[in-house]
């Protein structure tokens, strides 16, 4: 109770001090949009104005405050500006229509789950080789925990290019650089939980006479489920992210990274705060998702 | 067709090499756990110059690495500028910047209950976010210059550093707090003595996490607009010239930076925090 107090208050103030940075921030291009209005402008030159910091401006003219957070291009919209662009682009609008967010979103959605998909899979693959072979333990694993230090996000744009040289474009692209982007965190994850059964408990089955197999189904992956789910958490934050900027350098035209890259070149500050929500809001439902299933597989399992 | 054989033959020859290594007598020594991993890489370029050059793949598909090191070397003075304008300018100030404004948010989350309970669960939900989407307005706001590369940086590792570096300072038992307070020592004095160097395992991890976090805000942020060089903005023209070995270039140069990074704050963990359980051998 007291911490969902704290936290509404936390959000509050986020929300207040947006709300305030909104007016020195647009406080400028309000009062050009008043000097032609015919309103009368302190100071009235143009040129004093811009060396002015937006607090003494809004200070000097306080007529123009409310207007900074009613711009339809303003430098940073208000909350309530990005709540209703969102609503119109979500709800009032057919989710097939090009401008709806949902449909945006869903092109973003399907790349990252396919990607995540391919991603874990492999990722759990190669971490049971790396457990059950010496060899691919000391050759591969130092390179995979090297991997997770470069900026991979780099290969992103030549991926994209080579693929579509090839012909191959549309989702897979997107989806091999998410792919590639949870794969890493899955299988350090995944290496790390199957070996979490320490040694007593490996002795206790090969006193039963367990083979690798047996020792492999009852184990060792049951004792992994909590790293790996721990992994997939980041992996699939991971893979929207590289979703999302495999949108950028390829001028595709939708998707969520699309959106943000057009409203950067059209100066739609609202759109791009929208997409940027949007995103936010995917990857918060997401996360959250796993998390229930994981919930609910570590329930069934007796572990939580 | 010959060179594609060869490969494959060179590839069974260093795989049978490493398992001999890794299966031998020797395996647990340094010397073999070093060379093992230094094969498998030596192998995959062999392999990938050899299947390349075998089947003719065209340049504009796969750059064999010959050809990439002969473009890295022959274009040091580029890639040099592009390194100082997007790691050192903008990675590098933007995670000085952040990770020093997020340690002195955590400290003041850690004197006020009450902010801790309110903005750790908000700090946690952001970090999980694609923060790198903040980089059109931030490049909006600042310009194309490095600073708006900085900005997105500051955002990016923000979130990371505040919610280990609190974590960390909580570390501490009850027990031990106690053992403060009955020395009478300050809070100032428990924080420097105590906590701090309890919390430190818990920051270097946030450090570590944010040397990734911190080249790829730099890099993305150029896609939406910069000056005439910087690492992402080099990436996203040769992309379009299909001038993929500068490409491959920068990318070495990427995974050179962000290794060295790490390895840098990781070597400085490894000292501050020589007493920590995880650092023994």
């Known amino acids: 109770m007291k911490s969902l107090l704290a936290v509404l208050t936390v959000l509050a103030v986020i929300v207040g001090l947006w709300y305030a940075a909104c007016v020195p921030m647009n406080i400028h291009g309000v009062l050009v949009a008043a000097e032609r209005g015919g309103a009368v402008v302190e100071p009235a030159d143009g040129a004093a104005r811009r060396g002015m910091s937006g607090v003494s401006l809004a200070l000097k003219n306080r007529f123009a405050v409310p207007e900074t957070w009613a711009q339809e291009r303003p430098r940073l919209p208000a909350p309530h500006q990005v709540a209703i662009e969102l609503w119109d682009t979500t709800v009032m609008k057919k989710i097939t229509s090009k401008r709806s967010l949902v449909y945006h979103g869903w092109v973003t959605l399907s790349a990252t789950l396919l990607g995540f998909g391919i991603g874990t899979v492999l990722g759990v693959l190669l971490a049971v080789g790396i457990v059950h072979s010496r060899v691919m333990d000391m050759s591969v694993m130092p390179w995979a925990i090297v991997s997770q230090t470069i900026p991979i996000i780099a290969l992103a744009p030549m991926i994209i290019v080579v693929l579509y040289s090839v012909g191959v474009q549309g989702i897979i692209p997107k989806a091999v650089i998410s792919a590639y982007l949870s794969f890493f965190p899955v299988v350090v994850g995944m290496v790390k939980g199957l070996r979490s059964p320490d040694a007593m408990q490996l002795d206790l089955l090969r006193t039963y006479n367990a083979s690798q197999g047996e020792t492999f189904w009852k184990l060792r992956l049951p004792a992994s489920m909590p790293y790996l789910f721990a992994s997939l958490k980041i992996g699939i934050a991971a893979s929207l992210v590289g979703a999302i900027v495999g949108e950028l350098p390829t001028g595709a035209v939708s998707g969520l990274g699309a959106r943000l890259l057009a409203g950067s070149y059209y100066g739609q500050t609202v759109q791009i705060w929208s997409a940027l929500f949007g995103a936010a809001i995917l990857a918060a439902c997401l996360v959250g998702l796993l998390g229930v299933i994981e919930r609910l597989v570590l329930k069934r399992m007796g572990m939580a | ?281």
Request: hydrophobic share 60%.
């Open chain 2, 1 to 281: 067709m010959m060179l594609v054989l060869v490969a494959l033959l060179v590839w069974g020859a260093a795989w049978w090499l490493n398992t001999r290594l890794a299966e031998g007598p020797q395996a647990g020594t340094r010397p073999v756990r070093l060379a093992v991993p230094l094969i498998f890489g030596a192998t995959i370029l062999v392999v990938w110059e050899l299947v390349v050059r075998g089947l003719e793949v065209p340049l504009v598909i796969l750059p064999a690495p010959s050809l990439i090191a002969a473009r890295f070397a022959g274009s040091l003075p580029i890639l040099w500028a592009d390194f100082v304008q997007t790691f050192v300018k903008g990675a590098l100030s933007g995670y000085l910047i952040g990770c020093g404004a997020a340690f002195v948010m955590a400290v003041a989350v850690d004197r006020s209950e009450f902010l801790r309970l309110g903005l750790l669960p908000v700090g946690n939900f952001v970090a999980a976010l694609p923060i790198v989407g903040t980089a059109p307005i931030l490049v909006m706001w600042f310009g194309f210059d490095w600073q708006s590369k900085a900005a997105v940086v500051v955002v990016m590792v923000f979130f990371p550093m505040l919610v280990n570096t609190v974590a960390g300072l909580r570390e501490t038992t009850a027990m031990q707090r106690d053992l403060m307070e009955t020395y009478a020592a300050s809070y100032w004095q428990s924080f420097f003595k105590l906590r701090l160097p309890a919390a430190m395992p818990f920051i270097f991890n946030g450090l570590k996490i944010s040397t990734t976090l911190a080249l790829i805000g730099a890099i993305v942020a150029e896609f939406f607009g910069s000056p005439t060089l910087g690492m992402g903005f080099r990436i996203s023209t040769s992309v379009g010239q299909l001038a993929l070995d500068m490409v491959w270039a920068e990318i070495v140069v990427a995974a050179l930076a962000g290794t060295l990074f790490y390895g840098l704050v990781a070597l400085i963990e490894h000292h501050v925090t020589f007493w920590h359980p995880s650092q023994r051998r």
